[in-house]
C-alpha cells in the first residue's frame, strides 16, 4: 500500500523546528553566554514558534490528484466501448449554440463524418439530420456556475488568454498551458497537469476514447473554443506527451461547417 506523502507546508514546519532545535544545541555547545547567544537563542525560538504554527495549521491534500484523476476513467471507457458497438466512429465534435439551438455547446459524434446541418439536443441519437450520438460534454458541471465573458471570435490572442485563465487561473489544472495555433487547427498542451494518472490508463486501453468523449479538461478546451469562435470544433487528438505529466490536444476549427444553415 502507497503512503501518502506529506504536504509542503508539514515538511517547511518541520524543517523550521529542527532548525530551532539545532540553534539551541549549537548555543548550548559553545557556551559563550554573550549577545551572539542570545541572538542565536531568540532566532531559535522565533523558528520552534513558527515551525510549530505551520504545523497546527497545515495538512496533506485532501484527496490524492492521482486517485481524482483515475475517477472518470471508468464511465469514459464505457462510453466509448457503447459508441463503438453502435458503429458511431466519428471524434468529438463541440457544436454552439446556432448549430444546436441548445444554451449549452453540446457535444456530438458523428456515425462517420460531420459534414454540416443542424443537430437536434432533445435525443441522444437525431432522428434527424446528421447521424450520430449527442452527449452533454463532460465539462458543462464546471461551467454552468461560471460566468465567462467571451472575447471576440477573430481574436486568437484574447482566446488564448481565456483558455489560459479558466483552465489555469480558475480551475487549476495545471501549472501552465502553451498553444500553437496554424490556420484551422490549434494544439493545446496542458504542462504538469495535475490528472495525468487518468490520461495514462485511457491511453494504454485505446487512445481512441480521449478523442471520442473527453475528459473534463480537454472537453473544456474545445466547449470554450465553440463558444469563443461561434465554430463547430473537432478534437482530433488527445494524449500524453513525453512526459507522463504533459497532456496535448489537437482541434480544428471547421469554418466550412459553419455558415448559417
Same mark, same amino acid.
Given at each position: 500500500?502507497?503512503?501518502?506523502?506529506?504536504?509542503?507546508?508539514?515538511?517547511?514546519?518541520?524543517?523550521?523546528?529542527?532548525?530551532?532545535?539545532?540553534?539551541?544545541?549549537?548555543?548550548?555547545?559553545?557556551?559563550?553566554?554573550?549577545?551572539?547567544?542570545?541572538?542565536?537563542?531568540?532566532?531559535?525560538?522565533?523558528?520552534?514558534?513558527?515551525?510549530?504554527?505551520?504545523?497546527?495549521?497545515?495538512?496533506?491534500?485532501?484527496?490524492?490528484?492521482?486517485?481524482?484523476?483515475?475517477?472518470?476513467?471508468?464511465?469514459?471507457?464505457?462510453?466509448?466501448?457503447?459508441?463503438?458497438?453502435?458503429?458511431?466512429?466519428?471524434?468529438?465534435?463541440?457544436?454552439?449554440?446556432?448549430?444546436?439551438?441548445?444554451?449549452?455547446?453540446?457535444?456530438?459524434?458523428?456515425?462517420?463524418?460531420?459534414?454540416?446541418?443542424?443537430?437536434?439536443? !432533445?435525443?441522444?441519437?437525431? #432522428? =434527424?439530420?446528421?447521424?450520430?450520438?449527442? +452527449? %452533454?460534454?463532460?465539462?458543462?458541471?464546471?461551467? *454552468?456556475?461560471?460566468?465567462?465573458?467571451?472575447?471576440?471570435?477573430?481574436?486568437?490572442?484574447?482566446?488564448?488568454?481565456?483558455?489560459?485563465?479558466?483552465?489555469?487561473?480558475?480551475? !487549476?489544472?495545471?501549472?501552465? #498551458? =502553451?498553444?500553437?495555433?496554424?490556420?484551422? +487547427? %490549434?494544439?493545446?498542451?496542458?504542462?504538469?497537469? *495535475?490528472?495525468?494518472?487518468?490520461?495514462?490508463?485511457?491511453?494504454?486501453?485505446?487512445?481512441?476514447?480521449?478523442?471520442?468523449?473527453?475528459?473534463?479538461?480537454?472537453?473544456?478546451?474545445?466547449?470554450?473554443?465553440?463558444? =469563443?469562435?461561434?465554430?463547430?470544433?473537432?478534437?482530433?487528438?488527445?494524449?500524453?506527451?513525453?512526459?507522463?505529466?504533459?497532456?496535448?490536444?489537437?482541434?480544428?476549427?471547421?469554418?466550412?461547417?459553419?455558415?448559417?444553415?
Amino acid at each position: 500500500m502507497k503512503l501518502r506523502m506529506p504536504g509542503k507546508y508539514f515538511l517547511a514546519g518541520l524543517l523550521l523546528v529542527a532548525t530551532a532545535a539545532i540553534l539551541i544545541a549549537l548555543a548550548l555547545l559553545t557556551n559563550r553566554g554573550d549577545i551572539t547567544s542570545a541572538a542565536i537563542v531568540i532566532c531559535s525560538m522565533a523558528c520552534a514558534v513558527t515551525g510549530i504554527f505551520i504545523l497546527t495549521f497545515s495538512g496533506g491534500e485532501p484527496v490524492d490528484m492521482r486517485v481524482v484523476g483515475l475517477l472518470p476513467t471508468g464511465d469514459q471507457m464505457n462510453i466509448c466501448r457503447i459508441q463503438s458497438d453502435l458503429g458511431i466512429l466519428g471524434n468529438a465534435h463541440f457544436l454552439p449554440h446556432r448549430i444546436t439551438g441548445d444554451i449549452r455547446v453540446m457535444l456530438f459524434n458523428p456515425a462517420s463524418e460531420y459534414k454540416e446541418g443542424m443537430v437536434a439536443t !432533445d435525443d441522444s441519437f437525431p #432522428l =434527424s439530420g446528421p447521424a450520430g450520438m449527442v +452527449t %452533454i460534454p463532460s465539462c458543462y458541471p464546471l461551467l *454552468r456556475d461560471q460566468v465567462i465573458t467571451l472575447p471576440e471570435k477573430e481574436n486568437r490572442d484574447e482566446v488564448i488568454r481565456l483558455l489560459r485563465e479558466t483552465l489555469i487561473g480558475l480551475f !487549476d489544472f495545471a501549472s501552465a #498551458l =502553451s498553444t500553437d495555433w496554424q490556420d484551422h +487547427t %490549434i494544439t493545446v498542451t496542458m504542462h504538469k497537469y *495535475r490528472f495525468s494518472a487518468g490520461c495514462q490508463i485511457i491511453a494504454r486501453e485505446s487512445p481512441r476514447c480521449c478523442s471520442m468523449h473527453p475528459c473534463p479538461a480537454c472537453s473544456l478546451c474545445g466547449a470554450l473554443l465553440a463558444q =469563443s469562435m461561434d465554430m463547430v470544433i473537432s478534437l482530433d487528438r488527445c494524449s500524453p506527451g513525453t512526459d507522463p505529466e504533459e497532456i496535448t490536444a489537437v482541434f480544428t476549427l471547421l469554418p466550412t461547417l459553419n455558415r448559417n444553415p
